[in-house]
């Protein structure tokens, strides 16, 4: 499995490619009156509009520098994940990822664990990191804004 990896509080997070649409330059992201904390702003991208989703918020780390946009799919809905830096594609194993013990109570477990060269990497599980009902949010989010 090819992984994209990026850094966020000094974490090495990781993605598998084939989550992927897309990694952008840290664009102009309008900010919008009334959305969930996590979402940063929406922003016009090749005539979609979409939802930037902060990690930085979901994950309660501090405010963060934000250099990229992964850009990935949900279901039928495309959302802007802001990351610190995206650094490299790796290949790994399915052999080589671990579920992630349970070390905090939450409804769903969004992230497993691989090492890299020593380093452990911490994937998301695109599908699994927006709630159902967060996702509804942001559709309504998104329509409103069109």
């Known amino acids: 499995m090819q992984i994209l990896t990026f850094m966020l509080n000094d974490v090495k997070f990781g993605i598998p490619v084939s989550d992927i649409e897309s990694v952008e330059?840290?664009?102009e992201v309008v900010k919008v009156p009334n959305a969930l904390p996590q979402i940063s702003g929406i922003l016009n991208l090749h005539g979609d509009i979409i939802a930037i989703y902060s990690l930085a918020e979901q994950f309660h780390y501090p405010e963060q520098r934000i250099n990229n946009i992964i850009v990935v799919r949900i279901g039928p809905v495309k959302y802007?994940?802001?990351v610190g830096n995206v650094e490299t594609i790796i290949d790994i194993a399915d052999s080589q990822v671990i579920p992630m013990p349970v070390l905090l109570e939450?409804?769903?477990?969004c992230f497993d664990v691989t090492t890299y060269e020593k380093k452990?990497?911490?994937l998301l599980e695109v599908e699994k990191l927006i709630s159902?009902?967060?996702q509804e949010k942001i559709k309504e989010l998104v329509k409103s804004q069109k």
């Open 106 to 109: 939450r409804d769903v477990n």
């Open 80 to 82: 802007g994940l802001e």
């Open 132 to 134: 159902e009902e967060e």
């Open 120 to 122: 452990m990497i911490v």
């Open 25 to 27: 330059t840290s664009m």
